[in-house]
């Protein structure tokens, strides 16, 4: 039973975090029932010397367990932020935001272009089998990292250094879509000076929405290979606290 509990604790908090787990559309008994699916799997490999005696058996080992998992998807979950922040720059620009910029709800939706992206890096992860390389990595693990200890190689500067290798390349990825909404600001800009009596407000306004589509066939197409480079770094990071033996 601690086995089973143990291993349960771990597979579960992967399913938590992991965005290609945790979207709201996957019900949470089913997430459980895959959680215990996958404990149950793992019971006759993991061995008991890796399980605490049963005294030693405490609240903080199986919160530890579950912290192994959730980290596992939330550096998952930060090299998903490359595709955010670049839909963000882009609802920004195009105007799709404009509620939330006006007023500011923490409640209030990032706008369909967050969503449409967002969806779309989903199922290029499912395409690229990154769900089954963190189930294959997550059932490696009981055989590496010992019940309730944590590994060495997962620290704060680790996870520091890999957020901001994230935001890099978000920013990166957002270039173009500043390039082109520079441009048709300046071309604005200079219609206004040409021709005051023009409401170019609401005529920019009005065209600046069909030019997000725009961008988004111009980044469409290198949106696989931005996913494949922001996921990374987070796959080696895991990968490090797995194989690496030393924990404390």
Same mark, same amino acid.
């Given at each position: ?33 895959? !959680? ?37 998807? %939330? ?8 595709? &955010? ?6 609802? %920004?620009?195009?105007?799709?935001? %404009? ?9 209030? &939706? ?12 989903? !199922? ?27 590994? &060495? ?47 170019? %407000? ?47």
């Amino acid at each position: 039973m601690a086995i089973f509990m143990f291993a349960s604790m771990r597979v579960f908090g992967l399913f938590l975090t992991t965005p290609l787990f945790a979207f709201r559309a996957l019900p949470m008994q089913f997430r459980l029932l895959v !959680a215990l699916s996958f404990a149950a799997y793992m019971m006759p490999v993991i061995s008991s010397e890796l399980i605490p005696n049963p005294g030693s058996i405490t609240f903080l080992a199986s919160v530890i367990e579950l912290c192994i998992g959730a980290f596992m998807g %939330f550096v998952i979950r930060v090299g998903f932020m490359v595709i &955010d922040i670049a839909a963000e720059v882009l609802s %920004f620009q195009a105007g799709f935001s %404009f509620a939330s910029t006006a007023f500011r709800d923490p409640a209030l &939706d990032s706008g369909l272009v967050g969503q449409f992206l967002g969806l779309t890096a989903i !199922a290029l992860a499912f395409s690229l089998n990154i769900h089954l390389v963190l189930i294959e990595i997550i059932l490696s693990s009981f055989k590496t990292i010992p019940v309730g200890v944590w590994p &060495d190689a997962w620290s704060s500067k680790g996870v520091l250094e890999l957020i901001a290798a994230s935001f890099r390349l978000g920013l990166i990825l957002s270039m173009p879509i500043l390039l082109v909404y520079m441009m048709f600001n300046l071309t604005q800009a200079f219609l206004g000076r040409t021709s005051p009596q023009m409401n170019l %407000f609401s005529v920019g306004f009005a065209v600046s929405i069909p030019l997000a589509f725009l961008v988004i066939f111009m980044i469409l197409p290198d949106l696989k290979i931005v996913l494949e480079r922001s996921l990374e770094n987070p796959l080696q990071l895991i990968r490090q606290g797995v194989e690496t033996p030393n924990a404390r």
